[in-house]
């Protein structure tokens, strides 16, 4: 499985950036896909999932501001982030496993910076 992030940039301190990660290869569409990030010195922190079926969960921080979704058909999943904060700055990393199965079925992108200028 191949995933391939986009949408990164820089971006002002209120402003909105929409990322998607195009899955492909050998996919299991009842997977989980979620977004992941990683600040300058930082570990690696969740920021959003999505099921197969729609359910999502949210870290506390982006949860008013950050939306994720995904269109099974195209295999893709979507962040759109809203009211960006210089603290949002990090890069973002794709994802999609299966829960239960992370042993063999855990997938990562190769990751888009953003970056929020204060």
């Known amino acids: 499985v191949q995933l391939q992030a986009s949408g990164g940039g820089l971006v002002q301190a209120g402003g909105s950036l929409r990322l998607s990660c195009a899955a492909s290869?050998?996919?299991?569409?009842?997977?989980?896909m979620g977004w992941y990030r990683q600040a300058a010195g930082e570990q690696r922190e969740l920021v959003a999932t999505?099921?197969?079926?729609?359910?999502?969960r949210y870290a506390d921080s982006v949860e008013d501001r950050f939306t994720i979704s995904r269109d099974n058909r195209r295999n893709t999943v979507y962040l759109q982030m809203e009211s960006l904060k210089p603290e949002d700055t990090a890069v973002y990393y794709c994802?999609?496993?299966?829960?239960?199965?992370?042993?063999?079925?855990?997938?990562w992108g190769q990751g888009t910076l953003v970056t929020v200028s204060s």
């Open positions: 994802r999609a496993y299966l829960s239960g199965y992370r042993d063999i079925y855990d997938y």
């Open positions: 290869g050998r996919i299991i569409t009842r997977n989980i």
């Open positions: 999505i099921t197969s079926g729609g359910t999502t």
